[in-house]
C-alpha cells in the first residue's frame, strides 16, 4: 500500500508553481527580470540624455513600459526555445519551462500578448520609429541570435550583440524620433561591452555549455584563448567608453568616471589573462554590471550638470 502510494503521488505530483502566485511567479521568471531591468534602465538613460529638458511623460511612461514588455516577451522566446539547453544546465534548470511550471503553448501565448501590448503602447503613444526599431531588435535577439546564431557559431555574442545594444538607440529615438551620432555611441558601449561580459560567464560555465551543446567560444577555442579575447575586447571598450568625451557629447566627470571605471575593468580582464580562477571570472562577471550601470549612470549625471 505505501508502496502504491508512493508511486501515485510521484506520477500525479503537484507541479511547482500551479498556484496563481507560483504561475504568477513563472511567467515573470520567463521575461527575465534582472536583464530586462538592465535593459530599461539603459534605454530610460538615452530618453533623458536625448533632452536637455525633461522628456514628456507620457513617452517616458510608454516607452520604458513598452521596451520593457517587447524585451520580457523576447526573454521568453529565448526561454522557449532553449528548454531543452535550459534543462541540461544547472545555471538555466530552475527555470520554468525545464520545470515544467508553464507548457511552450502558455509561453507562446504569453509572449505573443506581451510583446503585441508593448508594440502597441510604443505606436500609439511614442512614434513608429520606435516601434519598428523595438520590433527589429525583438527578432534580432529572438530570432536571429537564439535560433540561428547561438548553436552555429562561437561568435554568437559578438553578432548577436546587436540586439543587446539597442535599448539606449530605442531610448533616444522615442524623444527625438531620430538616431544621431550620439545615440550610435551609445549603441557602440553596450556592443563592446557585450563579448568580455559574456564570456568572463563562459569561461566558468564551459562545463555547463559544453554538456548542452552550445559552442560558446571556451568549448569551440579553449579557455586560453577566451581570456585572451576577454582582455582584448575590454581594452576595445575602453577606447570605446571615451568616445563619448571626445565628440563632446559629455563632459570632465563622465571621462573622469570613464577612466576610473574602465581601469578597473581592465584590472580584472589583465587578472584573468595572467592567473585565471572561476572565482576571479566570476567577479569578473558580476563588476562587468556594475561598470555599464555606473558608466551609464555617470553620463546621465554629467548631462544634467552640464545643462
Known amino acids: 500500500m505505501l508502496k502504491f502510494s508512493a508511486l501515485l503521488n510521484e506520477n500525479l505530483r503537484v507541479i511547482p508553481g500551479r498556484g496563481l502566485p507560483g504561475r504568477a511567479r513563472a511567467f515573470l521568471a520567463l521575461t527575465k527580470p534582472r536583464v530586462v531591468s538592465l535593459i530599461v534602465f539603459t534605454a530610460v538613460i538615452g530618453m533623458l540624455l536625448a533632452t536637455p529638458a525633461m522628456v514628456p511623460l507620457q513617452i517616458l511612461l510608454a516607452a520604458t513600459v513598452g521596451i520593457g514588455l517587447v524585451a520580457g516577451a523576447a526573454a521568453a522566446v529565448n526561454c522557449l526555445v532553449e528548454q531543452k539547453i535550459d534543462s541540461r544546465m544547472r545555471r538555466t534548470d530552475w527555470r520554468p519551462l525545464p520545470r515544467g511550471e508553464l507548457t511552450s503553448l502558455e509561453t507562446v501565448v504569453f509572449a505573443g500578448l506581451v510583446g503585441g501590448f508593448g508594440l502597441w503602447l510604443l505606436v500609439h503613444y511614442v512614434n513608429a520609429l520606435t516601434m519598428w526599431l523595438t520590433l527589429a531588435t525583438f527578432v534580432g535577439y529572438a530570432v536571429v541570435y537564439t535560433v540561428i546564431l547561438k548553436p552555429l557559431t562561437p561568435q554568437n555574442i559578438v553578432i548577436g550583440g ?5 535599448p539606449p538607440v530605442l531610448g533616444w529615438a522615442a524623444v527625438t524620433g531620430e538616431v544621431t551620432t550620439e545615440a550610435l555611441l551609445l549603441f557602440l558601449i553596450i556592443f563592446a561591452w557585450t563579448p568580455p561580459h559574456f564570456w568572463s560567464l563562459a569561461l566558468y560555465r564551459t562545463e555547463d555549455y559544453a554538456k548542452a551543446g552550445v559552442p560558446m567560444l571556451p568549448v569551440t577555442h579553449g579557455k586560453d584563448y577566451t581570456r585572451l579575447q576577454v582582455l582584448l575586447y575590454t581594452l576595445i571598450l575602453f577606447g570605446v567608453s571615451l568616445l563619448p568625451y571626445a565628440v563632446r557629447m559629455s ?12 581601469l578597473v575593468y581592465v584590472g580584472f580582464a589583465i587578472r584573468i589573462f595572467t592567473a585565471y580562477s572561476d572565482k576571479l571570472a566570476r567577479s569578473c562577471f558580476r563588476y562587468s554590471i556594475v561598470y555599464l550601470s555606473a558608466l551609464f549612470a555617470a553620463l546621465l549625471v554629467d548631462h544634467y550638470l552640464a545643462l
Open 251 to 262: 563632459g570632465w566627470l563622465y571621462l573622469a568616471a570613464a577612466v576610473v571605471l574602465g
Open 162 to 166: 546587436a540586439s543587446g545594444a539597442m
